[in-house]
């Protein structure tokens, strides 16, 4: 079983759904410090005018781990959210096809900014016939320790005889550990697509967005 690790992103990139295909289980790292700069609570979609940074306001900033990270007024926040949406990509080919999912998820009752961020994904990922199983840090109640430690720790726990990692993902890490420990190591180049968020592929290209991540792929 390959195992793969990623941050709870908000609208993740195209190169994570290509991650997704690729592994049989996915750990999203809820247990993180939280990054005001990161992408766990902001995206990039396709305005009309060019590209257009969606933000979600959250507390608190720093020094917290992304589980506890709430959204801020959430109420009236996420339907602000999912009216730019709407406002992007109404026009788009396959926006009615995706559109009643996604609008659900932005319409439910979220305080947690990883929750809502994890209902998201697994609608995007439906949407492209990915089923990968979504498994939170916090679920696994130990302590799973730091870089190479943490990696063999998690595969030993849940059957991973494969550690799937980007390239920047293998810095910090001890290949040699985890090999000698029976887990062995790929490194997968994700093609880069876009830095868009995966939404705008998804409007645009419907089902034919796997298709373009595996040709993408093979090119990387």
């Not at 592994?23 to 609570?41: I, K, N, Q």
């Not at 396959?94 to 998201?120: C, I, K, M, P």
């Not at 990915?130 to 916090?138: E, H, K, N, R, Y």
């Not at 796997?210 to 792929?217: I, S, T």
């Amino acid at each position: 079983m390959k195992l793969a690790l990623h941050y709870p992103e908000y609208l993740p990139r195209p190169g994570f759904f290509y991650k997704l295909m690729y592994c049989d289980l996915v750990v999203l790292l809820d247990e993180e410090v939280f990054s005001p700069g990161g992408a766990c609570h902001q995206a990039l979609v396709r305005g009309p005018a060019g590209v257009l940074p969606l933000i979600l306001p959250v507390y608190p900033w720093e020094e917290y781990p992304i589980r506890e990270i709430k959204l801020w007024q959430p109420d009236t926040y996420l339907p602000l959210h999912w009216q730019a949406l709407r406002y992007c990509y109404a026009e788009a080919p396959y926006y009615r096809q995706y559109q009643e999912r996604l609008e659900e998820v932005y319409r439910g009752r979220w305080t947690l900014l990883a929750e809502f961020n994890t209902a998201l994904i697994q609608v995007l990922a439906s949407a492209m016939s990915i089923d990968t199983p979504l498994v939170m840090m916090s679920e696994l109640g130990m302590n799973l320790g730091v870089g190479t430690e943490r990696i063999l720790t998690l595969c030993r726990r849940l059957g991973a005889d494969c550690y799937l990692s980007c390239p920047t993902g293998v810095n910090g890490i001890d290949p040699d550990v985890l090999r000698e420990a029976g887990i062995g190591v790929e490194c997968l180049f994700q093609p880069l697509v876009t830095d868009l968020s995966a939404v705008d592929l998804i409007f645009n290209l419907g089902q034919h967005y796997r298709e373009a991540l595996q040709k993408a792929g093979s090119q990387a």
